[in-house]
């Protein structure tokens, strides 16, 4: 054999031992067999799993559900498995591919799914890929300031806390002067101008600026 087609088939054996599972390698492989007698050897175990393989993928693409995917793997998965149909010799037309992938999408993405459905033309493959796409970003977006919104919530909390622990605080101290005078037996005068209190007496209280409130006993 010419040395420059060895090479050549060579480079094809390995191609072609390169694409096959453990399992098929080690049923086909034979020593010194060339590239046409290799492809020979594979060509029958692929034809007969043709139609078996081709129910299993369409199978699996009709019943396909995004999950926890993001909308790039999802339409990914979906393209794989329809290369894989057209290498098989099946091909699923583009619009059908359209109508798998929006039937197939979570609750969260019905608004987005029913205007792709009611739009005169329905979209490519790739223009649908691009619409929902913009839509997962626009909820990642809303997600996001909804997150932000609730940590500023919760910084506040404390602030909120310490301010209604600071009132009644207050109001125990304003109470103080008043409890005193009730455990006196005596009645809160309705209005005292601003003064400091000296000294306390069974009735009578002296104030500073000479001024006297004298309390009614009960």
């Known amino acids: 054999m010419d040395p420059k087609w060895e090479t050549i088939d060579n480079i094809v054996k390995q ?5 096959l599972s453990q399992q098929v390698l080690q ?3 034979k020593i010194d067999a060339n590239a ?15 139609d078996s393989k081709t129910i299993e993928l369409d199978d699996e693409l009709q019943n396909i559900v995004i999950g926890d995917s993001t909308i790039m793997e999802y339409c990914t998965r979906i393209k794989t498995i329809t290369d894989i149909l057209a290498n098989i010799g099946v091909l699923v037309p583009e619009r059908n591919m359209v109508i798998y992938a929006i039937y197939n999408l979570s609750q969260k993405y019905a608004h987005i799914a029913t205007i792709i459905q009611h739009k005169k033309l329905v979209p490519n493959f790739l223009e649908m890929r691009s619409m929902l796409t913009l839509e997962e970003r626009s909820m ?3 997600q996001s300031h909804l997150v932000h919104a609730s940590h500023s919530n919760n910084a506040s909390t404390p602030s909120v806390l310490n301010a209604e622990h600071q009132n009644r605080n207050q109001n125990s101290h304003g109470n103080l002067f008043g409890n005193r ?3 006196c037996g005596m009645v809160r005068p309705h209005a005292v101008d601003v003064m400091v209190v000296v ?3 069974s009735g009578m209280v002296e104030v500073e600026k000479g001024h006297r409130c004298t309390y009614q006993q009960n």
């Open 140 to 142: 990642q977006k809303e």
């Open 15 to 19: 191609w072609l031992y390169g694409t």
């Open 36 to 50: 046409t007698e290799v492809w020979a050897s594979i060509q029958p175990l692929f034809h007969e799993n043709k």
């Open 27 to 29: 049923s086909i492989i």
């Open 199 to 201: 000294g306390i007496c």
């Open 181 to 183: 005078f009730s455990s």
